[in-house]
């Protein structure tokens, strides 16, 4: 089956080398540096509703997994982390 990648790699062959990768790789972002991306985040969507505010009766939904979540509602790292 062709995926429409370029160098002509198959969807079966993308498929197959991106699970080898990411079964070898522990993780590709540490606690700090998920922490460090949840603050990023936190600042530019305040900019983002200080410049859009939301009507009274509006809310927002942030989706997104676990790990950003909790990064963006904690203080700080632990440094054993």
């Known amino acids: 089956m062709y995926s429409g990648l370029k160098n002509g790699f198959s969807y079966e062959e993308f498929k197959e080398v991106m699970m080898k990768t990411l079964m070898e790789v522990e993780t590709f972002e540490d606690h700090y540096d998920t ?6 985040f936190k600042r530019s969507f305040q900019e983002y509703l ?6 009274k009766d509006e809310k927002v939904a942030i989706v997104t997994h676990s790990m950003l979540i909790s990064a963006i509602t ?5 440094v054993d982390a």
Request: charged fraction near 20%.
């Open 74 to 78: 904690c203080s700080h790292v632990a």
């Open 50 to 55: 200080k410049s859009n505010p939301l009507s």
């Open 35 to 40: 922490f460090e991306r949840a603050q990023a």
